[in-house]
């Protein structure tokens, strides 16, 4: 029963990990990051990690996503400026 | 079911990593590129906890349970992984500032552009 | 066997597989839901999962899961209100139903646990989760509206 | 190269990789297995010192050098973000407007930040009991900090945080840990040795030698590490324009 978790929670990780590496466009990507993020996150639970993953949680479900929308945001604004000049 | 499961956890962890390399090598977008590094980090974090873990045991925090009463999981790895954790969330930032950086110097973030400006 | 680890398995299963079937397709406005729902349900599991191995200390997961979990969709909903404003999701049936989940599932924990400091902590939990997704959720359906290029 | 060329390239090595992988995989102590030499004697170690949490035992005080070469590529990463993403000559400040936020959220931001940067304190305070410890804490204490900025306005959340101060913070904490070394090297044995200080009740806030000590320094550090951190890159998202006309 314990193996049945465990294996549960592997499986999901490597469907997401797939599936963020599958997402081409950053924003939808930092979308899939945070749901990766929350995964390994039980998946380092069930493993019998939890400082891992309170680790994992602390940086995945808001730290990560904010940093790659802050910088998708920034290079997006750039791009919008560049186009008002032409 | 037992066999498979001996191995499964360390072909998970090289699943996510081999993942996260080809999504790293075919990227058309640095900030993608860059998301696809902590895919690769994460395939890293579970091949060292899947190192550590024993059956039928738990964490090695002693707040709420007595020393010696129950088996206890590898501490070891468990301390790498948590500090590398945070520590990969802060290069990450540094390698998302280099993106921005080239944003702005080259007025683009596809890798194969880059190299056509570069001639 | 133990219930606990079963109920946990299943509501992981099912909850986490689902959000992440939600967040990988479908137009924007239904990912950024499979988001929102994905903490939602991850924190009821981390709380069921806590009492399943005998050991309160895991609880503190649920707690960081539930302040932190809502904090990210709202960064979302933030930063990608100008798309949201063209296609807002209205997904309130389903967040209403999560959080009748989470709510249960706490329920039952604190009558396993009985009056105790640790059941005051698990309310603060549930209470936090709840709140944190419903608020989540609005912000996601056009909080954020009078916010341009902040 | 074309990129079909490219492609073919690192399919040949990705798959040659996967097989390498996977023969290293069944070769592997099988997942599960009984024999952890290393954990039991951290473990044995860590009780020995009556330190609670184990793997804080390991950071602080097995390991404690090794997470001092941690401290300090957090700190390298920090100070190149802050040299990447300074203002140039050719660009200027634009105030953002203000920002309307609905109501309820309003309220849950500035309802969570305290509890939110309450919990980050206790999750570094009881890091060498429960799990937890000052990578995690210092973490959920500087993310609740930018509820100001989801919940409000970025002017509002300048408002509290003078990121000089929080640079000083950093250099200062990070200085800390090295202190504490050097003055276990001093008092008597090796650098950052857990010698110095009475090892205390098992299980209480003051055990563990200095093992609390070094968690909240390494807490304040990376609390003001990601301080400092985001807000760089929120001043190059929301205020920093380039300079029209170039």
Same mark, same amino acid.
């Given at each position: ?86 | ?119 | 066997? *133990? @219930? ?23 137009? =924007? ?6 988001? *929102? =729902? ?7 599991? =981390? ?6 191995? @005998?050991?309160?200390?895991?609880? +503190? ?25 063209? +296609? ?44 944190? *997704? ?8 056009? @909080? ?7 | ?10 399919? $040949? ?6 097989? &390498? ?6 070769? &592997? ?37 090794? $997470? ?36 309820? %959220? ?56 003078? %990121? ?20 276990? &090297? ?26 609390? &000590? ?33």
């Amino acid at each position: 029963m314990a193996d049945a978790v465990i294996v549960v929670a592997l499986l999901l990780v490597a469907a997401s990990a797939t599936v963020a590496v599958a997402t081409r466009d950053p924003m939808r990507q930092a979308l899939v990051l945070a749901v990766l993020g929350v995964v390994l996150a039980v998946l380092f639970t069930v493993l019998q990690a939890p400082d891992v993953g309170l680790s994992q949680l602390a940086v995945g479900s808001a730290l990560t996503p904010l940093l790659l929308m802050l910088a998708v945001r920034k290079i997006r604004r750039r791009g919008r400026e560049k186009e008002g000049e032409r | 079911m037992s066999s498979v499961m001996d191995v499964l956890p360390y072909l998970v962890a090289a699943w996510v990593f081999l993942a996260g390399c080809y999504g790293l090598a075919t990227s058309r977008n640095l900030v993608h590129a860059v998301g696809c590094l902590s895919v690769c980090q994460a395939g890293t974090y579970v091949l060292l906890l899947a190192v550590g873990y024993r059956d039928k045991a738990t964490a090695p925090v002693f707040s709420d349970i007595k020393p010696g009463s129950r088996p206890v999981v590898d501490p070891v790895v468990q301390a790498l992984t948590l500090t590398d954790v945070v520590v990969g969330a802060t290069v990450t930032a540094l390698l998302l500032a280099l993106v921005v950086q080239i944003a702005k110097r080259h007025g683009t973030v596809d890798p194969d552009e880059l190299s056509e400006l570069r001639g | 066997m *133990n @219930g606990w680890l079963l109920a946990a398995t299943v509501s992981l299963a099912g909850g986490l597989g689902a959000a992440l079937w939600g967040v990988a397709t479908g137009p =924007l406005r239904r990912r950024v839901v499979a988001q *929102n =729902l994905s903490t939602a349900l991850a924190c009821p599991g =981390l709380l069921l999962l806590s009492q399943a191995y @005998g050991r309160p200390s895991y609880v +503190d997961l649920g707690l960081v899961l539930a302040l932190l979990g809502p904090v990210g969709t709202l960064v979302f909903a933030r930063l990608l209100a100008d798309e949201l404003a063209e +296609d807002p999701p209205r997904a309130w049936g389903l967040t209403w139903t999560v959080a009748g989940l989470g709510a249960a599932a706490v329920t039952a924990l604190c009558v396993a646990t009985g009056p105790s400091r640790a059941m005051v902590k698990l309310l603060v939990v549930g209470a936090l989760l709840i709140s944190g *997704n419903v608020i989540a959720s609005r912000a996601l359906s056009g @909080g954020f509206r009078g916010v341009r290029g902040g | 190269m074309t990129r079909r060329a490219r492609l073919w390239v690192l399919l $040949t090595g990705g798959a040659g990789l996967a097989v &390498l992988l996977v023969a290293a995989c069944l070769r &592997l102590p099988h997942f599960g297995g009984d024999r952890h030499p290393y954990g039991d004697r951290a473990v044995h170690a860590s009780l020995a010192r009556r330190t609670a949490n184990t793997i804080s035992s390991v950071n602080f005080d097995q390991r404690a050098f090794d $997470t001092l070469g941690e401290m300090t590529i957090l700190f390298a990463a920090v100070l190149g973000c802050v040299v990447l993403l300074r203002q140039t000559q050719d660009e200027r400040r634009a105030r953002p407007e203000p920002a309307d936020v609905a109501r309820p %959220v309003r309220r849950y931001a500035l309802l969570v930040l305290p509890v939110a940067l309450l919990t980050g304190l206790y999750i570094v305070a009881h890091g060498q009991l429960s799990p937890g410890g000052g990578f995690q804490g210092g973490v959920v204490a500087a993310t609740a900090l930018h509820l100001l900025y989801l919940g409000a306005d970025y002017a509002a959340l300048e408002r509290v945080r003078p %990121v000089g101060r929080y640079e000083v913070g950093d250099a200062l904490a990070s200085s800390a840990y090295v202190v504490t070394g050097i003055a276990g &090297l001093i008092g008597g044995t090796a650098f950052l040795a857990n010698t110095l200080l009475p090892y205390g009740t098992f299980n209480t806030l003051s055990s563990g030698g200095t093992v609390p &000590l070094l968690n909240a320094a390494i807490g304040m550090e990376v609390a003001c590490a990601v301080v400092v951190l985001l807000a760089r890159f929120l001043d190059q998202a929301v205020e920093i324009e380039e300079e029209s006309g170039r």
